[in-house]
């Protein structure tokens, strides 16, 4: 039976995108009642993709980036520029396929036939592959490939990729168990069972009913053993996908070229419209932004996948009807938030005081305005399924703050001139956001003290179990459109630890057990309705983070391309649709 | 001579060895720390802990150092990466690359902007010099000292995207800046390094320029040089073979060191055009807090200006006997 009954109808917004010359005023509130993230069938798991309008093939299209791609072992890629590049070589055993008339996503098969069935409420998971999958150099993929990339993420040089399947399969401790494929031994049938050449299975340790959604990520995936040679295969993954490395100078460049043996039947999610793909990499943002915008020579054929315009160019592309064609703007699956140390901060009230006071407004305009975020009433983005417009705190009613009733809460509860010490970046941006943040808390009757920590140890520091500090800014994306990659990372007690991502050190007993109870539901609608009610009774209740914004993508393109989409999930810029127009 | 060059070469290597002890615990006495740094979005305290050991973090810091520095000289093992041949200027664990690959693939940029760079910045500060004493008081003396205020007042940040707008965005003179691989493009290796090369001399010729005016000028009010023109000899030939020649010794000396600096990565330079030479591999180094690399790259733009101080001090060592002597 299909695992996933449904995913709840999300009324996600058209946000921006090509053609809207004015960010911001097609937000969360403008929505365009698209149902998104669906479980497809095996009929929407066929290839090939449903062809973009006015598609043409031929051509090179360039993709200039701020960074390199540290990583292109789909094994190895987490960060979402990354993930988009690798989709363009690499295939997972699910996927996200749009509808390029509709704009609606559904979860499909990807390498496998539809997106898995479970017998057993969630345990056990299988899935069967699709005929006519091969590597690039034609030897055909089959299970053992899929098996032998899950046991190669227990190496010990794996530590970037997402954790999921592993932690699922063996535990948190997952390397104690098992060493990876190169310590001589596979991991037992009572783990990763591959009955025959098409049917891998998965039997986890306890229920995830989310296994379909996970099993979309870049580290399940298909890699073939003879070609691996351990961290050295990032610098030359072997490609099952549309397009396969042909260059690559880490840092600098990237050129990707057709690849031959990827048969568009076996996939319902990719094109290979254009000839090749040129990656520039390593190019200042100020720099980029001049070049898009200019759309000069090769330019013209250019994107930037997840990077933002820079700031002083916001605000020409939003009011220079020149670019309105060629812009980009919409949700990111990042929701930024202020965290309230609940281990120092233990009083309920100044919590509140200090979710009264905060300036949210002024922080998101330092940020860049509405172009790269819009205000956020709770914790979950946009981007995910089951997220309501929702307020608890009454942010997005009054997203200036209100430090004059803040201060009555304080006085009430006797705790005027408490001290906060509020942690942040020493940039120019942080420095201007600290300045906003001391002056409305100030104003407010607490006695701050900024501390300006070093950028590159920001999270090291603000990491930290006992970090000594009050208030400070993290950010969270889902991984993939449920909130269960949400709000157990961020707020189970039972996380807390040194390098944790529960910043807020949140540890409510009551709250992580509905978290428990959650994660078991097997009706993902219900489970995803549900996240979205226990993320604003966590706010409601005990308040240990302040939402500010949803951040936002926004960029413009070159004009001499066609089919720019965007990957609701990761955030970017959809490399797989796009064509060099003639 | 060679005794002269033993001593400084010695010293140089003291310096260098110096150098590293300090970076090196300078860096590692930070408070980031570099597996969280490479821990990505999902860290968990397992993940942590095993980037940990596969950096070396749990070694004690003296053992870490003196891994680092034989394995410049001895080459160093990096587990699944594999071995590090020397000079092993560590791994990158951002990038898994060895950071001596990154280095040697990063240099051609650097190498060919400050080549044509250089051969720029001399040709036109000399000229604007030698044009401005020749025309001492004169409008072209004006003119040439006002250039060369302009263009030591000008910051490569500003002149950059603004060159880049006219002439690549407005006019289309010229390409988007790129460093293309002489040996792959030659022509487009040119054309692509133009405005790199000319925005970058601009705020290296004016300092040639005033020095070269006023070394000149001290020269032509030499005894020798008057002896010369008492015996007839033509202004231009004095003017090269003699008061030309007396002033270059000094003006060898700025360009030896500028070469050495410019040698070792012009960072404004190349992040502004998008270069991707050794100034640009620091700054990524430094955002990233990527440790060994920002290592790596300073222990080779020391070791670079080291050498051409000691080249600089042959070269004056021959053109004075004072200096060898001493």
Same mark, same amino acid.
């Given at each position: 039976?299909?695992?996933?009954?449904?995913?709840?109808?999300?009324?996600?917004?058209?946000?921006?995108?090509?053609? *809207?010359?004015?960010?911001?005023?097609?937000?969360?509130?403008?929505?365009?009642?698209?149902?998104?993230?669906?479980?497809?069938?095996?009929?929407?798991? &066929? +290839?090939?993709?449903?062809?973009?309008?006015?598609?043409?093939?031929?051509?090179?299209?360039?993709?200039?980036?701020?960074?390199?791609?540290?990583?292109?072992?789909?094994?190895?890629?987490?960060?979402?520029?990354?993930?988009?590049?690798?989709?363009?070589?690499?295939?997972?055993?699910?996927?996200?396929?749009?509808?390029?008339?509709?704009?609606?996503?559904?979860?499909?098969?990807?390498?496998?036939?539809?997106?898995?069935?479970?017998?057993?409420?969630?345990?056990?998971? *299988?899935?069967?592959?699709?005929?006519?999958?091969?590597?690039?150099?034609?030897?055909?993929?089959?299970?053992?490939?899929?098996?032998?990339?899950?046991?190669?993420?227990?190496?010990?040089?794996?530590?970037?990729?997402? &954790?999921?399947?592993?932690?699922?399969?063996?535990?948190?401790?997952?390397?104690? *168990?098992?060493?990876?494929?190169?310590?001589?031994?596979?991991?037992?049938?009572?783990?990763?069972? $591959?009955?025959?050449?098409?049917?891998?299975?998965?039997?986890?340790?306890?229920?995830?009913?989310?296994?379909?959604?996970?099993?979309?990520?870049?580290?399940?995936?298909?890699?073939?053993?003879?070609?691996?040679?351990?961290?050295?295969?990032?610098?030359?993954?072997?490609?099952?996908?549309?397009?396969?490395?042909?260059?690559?100078?880490?840092?600098?460049?990237? *050129?990707?070229?057709?690849?031959?043996?990827?048969?568009?039947?076996?996939?319902?999610?990719?094109?290979?419209?254009?000839?090749?793909?040129?990656?520039?990499?390593?190019?200042?943002?100020?720099?980029?932004?001049?070049?898009?915008?200019?759309?000069?020579?090769?330019?013209?054929?250019?994107?930037?996948?997840?990077?933002?315009?820079?700031?002083?160019?916001?605000?020409?592309?939003?009011?220079?009807?020149?670019?309105?064609?060629?812009?980009?703007?919409?949700?990111?699956?990042?929701?930024?938030?202020?965290?309230?140390?609940?281990?120092?901060?233990?009083?309920?009230? &100044?919590?509140?005081?200090?979710?009264?006071?905060?300036?949210?407004?002024?922080?998101?305009?330092?940020?860049?305005?509405?172009?790269?975020?819009?205000?956020?009433?709770?914790?979950?983005?946009?981007?995910?399924?089951?997220?309501?417009?929702?307020?608890?705190?009454?942010?997005?009613?009054?997203?200036?703050?209100?430090?004059?009733?803040?201060?009555?809460?304080?006085?009430?509860?006797?705790?005027?001139?408490?001290?906060? &010490?509020?942690?942040?970046?020493?940039?120019?941006?942080?420095?201007?956001?600290?300045?906003?943040?001391?002056?409305?808390? $100030?104003?407010?009757?607490?006695?701050?003290?900024?501390?300006?920590?070093?950028?590159?140890?920001?999270?090291?520091?603000?990491?930290?179990?006992?970090?000594?500090?009050?208030?400070?800014?993290?950010?969270?994306?889902?991984?993939?459109?449920?909130?269960?990659?949400?709000?157990?990372?961020?707020?189970?007690?039972?996380?807390?630890?040194?390098?944790?991502?529960?910043?807020?050190?949140?540890?409510?007993?009551?709250?992580?057990?509905?978290?428990?109870?959650?994660?078991?539901?097997?009706?993902?609608?219900?489970?995803?309705?549900?996240?979205?009610?226990?993320?604003?009774?966590?706010?409601?209740?005990?308040?240990?983070?302040?939402?500010?914004?949803?951040?936002?993508?926004?960029?413009?393109?070159?004009?001499?391309? +066609?089919?720019?989409?965007?990957?609701?999930?990761? +955030?970017?810029?959809?490399?797989?649709?796009?064509?060099?127009?003639? | 001579?060679?005794?002269? !060059?033993?001593?400084?070469?010695?010293?140089?290597?003291?310096?260098?060895?110096?150098?590293?002890?300090?970076?090196?615990?300078?860096?590692?006495? !930070?408070?980031?720390?570099?597996?969280?740094?490479?821990?990505?979005?999902?860290?968990?305290?397992?993940?942590?802990?095993?980037?940990?050991?596969?950096?070396?973090?749990?070694?004690?810091?003296?053992?870490?150092?003196?891994?680092?520095?034989?394995?410049?000289?001895?080459?160093?093992?990096?587990?699944?990466?594999?071995?590090?041949?020397?000079?092993?200027?560590?791994?990158?664990?951002?990038?898994?690359?060895?950071?001596?690959?990154?280095?040697?693939?990063?240099?051609?940029?650097?190498?060919?902007?400050?080549?044509?760079?250089?051969?720029?910045?001399?040709?036109?500060?000399?000229?604007?010099?030698?044009?401005?004493?020749?025309?001492?008081?004169?409008?072209?003396?004006?003119?040439?000292?006002?250039?060369?205020?302009?263009?030591?007042?000008?910051?490569?940040?500003?002149?950059?995207?603004?060159?880049?707008?006219?002439?690549?965005?407005?006019?289309?003179?010229?390409?988007?800046?790129?460093?293309?691989?002489?040996?792959?493009?030659?022509?487009?290796?040119?054309?692509?390094?133009? !405005?790199?090369?000319?925005?970058?001399?601009?705020?290296?010729?004016?300092?040639?320029?005033?020095?070269?005016? %006023?070394?000149?000028?001290?020269?032509? %009010?030499?005894?020798?040089?008057?002896?010369?023109?008492?015996?007839?000899?033509?202004?231009?030939?004095?003017?090269?073979?003699?008061?030309?020649?007396?002033?270059?010794?000094?003006?060898?000396?700025?360009?030896?060191?500028?070469?050495?600096?410019?040698?070792?990565?012009?960072?404004?330079?190349?992040?502004?055009?998008?270069?991707?030479?050794?100034?640009?591999?620091?700054?990524?180094?430094?955002?990233?807090?990527?440790?060994?690399?920002?290592?790596?790259?300073?222990?080779?733009?020391?070791?670079?200006?080291?050498?051409?101080?000691?080249?600089?001090?042959?070269?004056?060592?021959?053109?004075?006997?004072?200096?060898?002597?001493?």
């Amino acid at each position: 039976m299909p695992a996933l009954v449904a995913v709840s109808a999300l009324t996600l917004t058209a946000c921006g995108g090509g053609g *809207t010359s004015k960010a911001g005023t097609t937000g969360a509130q403008a929505s365009a009642s698209v149902q998104n993230f669906l479980p497809g069938t095996a009929a929407d798991s &066929v +290839g090939p993709a449903p062809a973009i309008p006015g598609a043409v093939t031929g051509g090179t299209a360039h993709d200039i980036e701020n960074s390199g791609f540290d990583y292109l072992d789909p094994s190895q890629q987490y960060v979402n520029n990354q993930q988009e590049v690798g989709s363009l070589y690499s295939r997972s055993l699910t996927g996200y396929k749009t509808d390029p008339a509709t704009g609606k996503v559904t979860l499909v098969g990807d390498l496998a036939t539809d997106i898995g069935t479970t017998s057993d409420g969630g345990k056990t998971w *299988t899935w069967h592959l699709k005929d006519g999958l091969k590597f690039q150099d034609g030897t055909p993929i089959t299970s053992k490939d899929v098996k032998y990339a899950v046991e190669r993420l227990y190496e010990d040089y794996q530590t970037q990729g997402p &954790v999921y399947f592993q932690t699922w399969l063996s535990g948190a401790n997952y390397r104690t *168990t098992y060493k990876g494929p190169s310590s001589g031994t596979d991991l037992p049938d009572s783990v990763i069972s $591959t009955p025959d050449d098409k049917t891998v299975t998965f039997h986890f340790q306890a229920a995830h009913t989310d296994a379909s959604y996970a099993a979309s990520m870049s580290n399940i995936t298909a890699i073939e053993k003879s070609k691996d040679d351990g961290a050295k295969y990032n610098a030359h993954p072997q490609s099952i996908g549309p397009y396969m490395i042909s260059n690559y100078q880490a840092g600098k460049t990237l *050129t990707l070229v057709k690849n031959p043996m990827w048969d568009p039947k076996t996939d319902p999610i990719r094109h290979q419209y254009v000839d090749s793909w040129v990656f520039d990499l390593g190019i200042d943002n100020q720099l980029m932004t001049q070049r898009l915008m200019a759309g000069q020579g090769d330019d013209k054929y250019a994107v930037s996948m997840a990077l933002n315009a820079d700031g002083p160019s916001i605000k020409t592309i939003e009011s220079d009807p020149q670019y309105a064609s060629r812009t980009m703007n919409k949700f990111l699956p990042f929701v930024d938030t202020y965290d309230i140390n609940m281990t120092r901060v233990t009083d309920l009230n &100044v919590r509140k005081a200090l979710a009264t006071a905060f300036p949210v407004a002024n922080v998101q305009k330092i940020n860049g305005g509405n172009a790269t975020g819009e205000i956020a009433g709770n914790l979950v983005s946009p981007t995910v399924a089951g997220w309501k417009d929702t307020d608890p705190l009454g942010i997005k009613a009054n997203p200036a703050g209100d430090p004059a009733k803040a201060k009555a809460i304080l006085q009430a509860a006797g705790k005027l001139n408490t001290t906060i &010490v509020y942690a942040y970046s020493n940039t120019p941006t942080g420095q201007q956001v600290a300045t906003a943040v001391s002056d409305a808390l $100030t104003q407010a009757g607490f006695n701050v003290q900024a501390k300006p920590l070093d950028t590159t140890s920001y999270y090291t520091q603000v990491g930290k179990a006992d970090n000594g500090f009050d208030l400070y800014r993290t950010g969270w994306a889902a991984d993939w459109p449920m909130a269960s990659t949400v709000i157990p990372p961020t707020l189970d007690g039972r996380l807390i630890s040194d390098g944790g991502n529960n910043y807020s050190h949140y540890n409510n007993p009551a709250m992580n057990s509905e978290m428990d109870r959650i994660g078991q539901i097997t009706d993902i609608n219900t489970q995803d309705a549900q996240w979205m009610q226990l993320a604003d009774k966590i706010l409601a209740t005990d308040i240990p983070q302040i939402p500010t914004y949803y951040d936002k993508y926004f960029n413009v393109y070159g004009a001499g391309l +066609g089919g720019v989409g965007y990957n609701q999930v990761l +955030g970017t810029i959809d490399l797989n649709s796009i064509f060099v127009k003639k | 001579m060679l005794r002269f !060059l033993i001593r400084r070469a010695l010293g140089a290597l003291v310096i260098i060895v110096l150098l590293i002890a300090l970076t090196y615990f300078a860096f590692f006495s !930070l408070p980031t720390d570099p597996a969280r740094l490479a821990c990505s979005k999902g860290c968990t305290p397992e993940l942590l802990a095993q980037i940990r050991t596969n950096m070396h973090l749990n070694l004690p810091i003296y053992q870490q150092f003196w891994n680092y520095f034989s394995g410049l000289f001895v080459g160093q093992d990096f587990g699944t990466a594999g071995h590090c041949a020397a000079p092993c200027f560590g791994y990158s664990y951002n990038t898994q690359s060895f950071v001596w690959d990154r280095i040697v693939a990063n240099y051609p940029a650097t190498f060919v902007l400050a080549i044509g760079g250089a051969a720029i910045f001399l040709t036109v500060g000399v000229g604007l010099g030698m044009i401005a004493a020749w025309k001492q008081g004169k409008l072209a003396d004006k003119a040439a000292t006002a250039i060369g205020l302009v263009g030591q007042s000008t910051q490569i940040y500003f002149l950059g995207p603004l060159a880049m707008a006219l002439f690549v965005v407005n006019l289309h003179w010229l390409p988007q800046p790129a460093y293309i691989p002489w040996t792959q493009d030659p022509w487009g290796c040119f054309t692509g390094m133009i !405005l790199p090369w000319t925005v970058m001399s601009v705020i290296f010729w004016s300092n040639y320029s005033r020095q070269v005016r %006023s070394l000149m000028l001290e020269q032509l %009010s030499e005894d020798h040089i008057r002896a010369a023109r008492a015996k007839g000899m033509s202004n231009t030939y004095v003017w090269w073979r003699y008061a030309l020649r007396g002033a270059m010794a000094p003006i060898i000396t700025i360009f030896g060191l500028d070469l050495g600096a410019v040698f070792s990565g012009a960072i404004i330079t190349e992040v502004t055009f998008g270069v991707h030479g050794l100034g640009y591999l620091a700054v990524i180094a430094v955002n990233q807090a990527d440790l060994y690399l920002e290592l790596g790259v300073l222990i080779f733009s020391s070791v670079s200006i080291l050498l051409f101080n000691i080249i600089v001090d042959a070269a004056y060592g021959l053109l004075d006997p004072r200096v060898r002597i001493g």
